[in-house]
């Protein structure tokens, strides 16, 4: 049970009401005083979400699109496995929501140092990494990752929203050994377009827009 940030009245969050808002990321709806907590201030934000189970937090609705590339999400367990390290949040879900969407399974670690453990799983075809994290530059996880006989195998994606020029994506290319550079915000198609390069999906998965 969770305490309204207006009216402090307890609700559960395993039944949610979504907002409205035309925001890039919605919240919930308080049962008793009907309004949602996008204007709450971002420390109840981040608690909040922090606290909340992984399926409230990837929900499609909370990102505010169609839903019809989640109504496209490959229920199978064959489906490649996307490693989505990121030390922001909504950015992680976010970008996990849209990846199952696309018919690929994800899985989610803010931690660059427990993903490099991820990462070395048989399971785990594609690292969609954050070029700068606090405890791991993601380039260096994408370095130390291709170093060993496990990771090497691997399709390792660098994003990142400070360094757009081609030089970056050279860079990262050559000295990192990224096998891809994308920029933030992340343009979906794109990231489709690579994914399904790397890993294609069964035929009739179509890339989501």
């Not at 090497?152 to 757009?164: D, E, G």
């Amino acid at each position: 049970m969770r305490a309204c940030v207006h009216c402090y009245s307890p609700f559960n969050e395993t039944s949610p009401q979504w907002c409205d808002c035309l925001r890039p990321l919605r919240t919930l709806v308080c049962p008793s005083c009907q309004r949602c907590f996008c204007t709450a201030p971002l420390p109840y934000k981040r608690e909040f979400w922090a606290a909340a189970s992984r399926s409230l937090r990837e929900a499609p609705a909370r990102f505010a699109h169609d839903g019809a590339a989640a109504a496209r999400q490959m229920s199978s367990m064959l489906a490649p496995v996307v490693l989505v390290v990121d030390d922001d949040e909504a950015m992680r879900s976010l970008v996990a929501c849209r990846i199952r969407g696309l018919g690929y399974r994800a899985v989610t670690t803010g931690d660059p140092h427990h993903a490099l453990m991820m990462a070395r799983s048989r399971d785990v075809a594609v690292v969609l990494t954050d070029a700068l994290m606090p405890q791991m530059d993601g380039r260096e996880l994408c370095l130390r990752l291709k170093a060993t006989e496990e990771g090497a195998v691997k399709k390792v994606i660098v994003m990142t929203s400070l360094y757009r020029a081609r030089r970056y994506a050279d860079e990262a290319v050559l000295r990192y050994n990224a096998d891809a550079y994308i920029t933030k915000p992340i343009d979906f198609r794109q990231l489709s377009e690579l994914l399904f390069g790397f890993v294609p999906l069964e035929q009739g998965t179509a890339l989501a827009s």
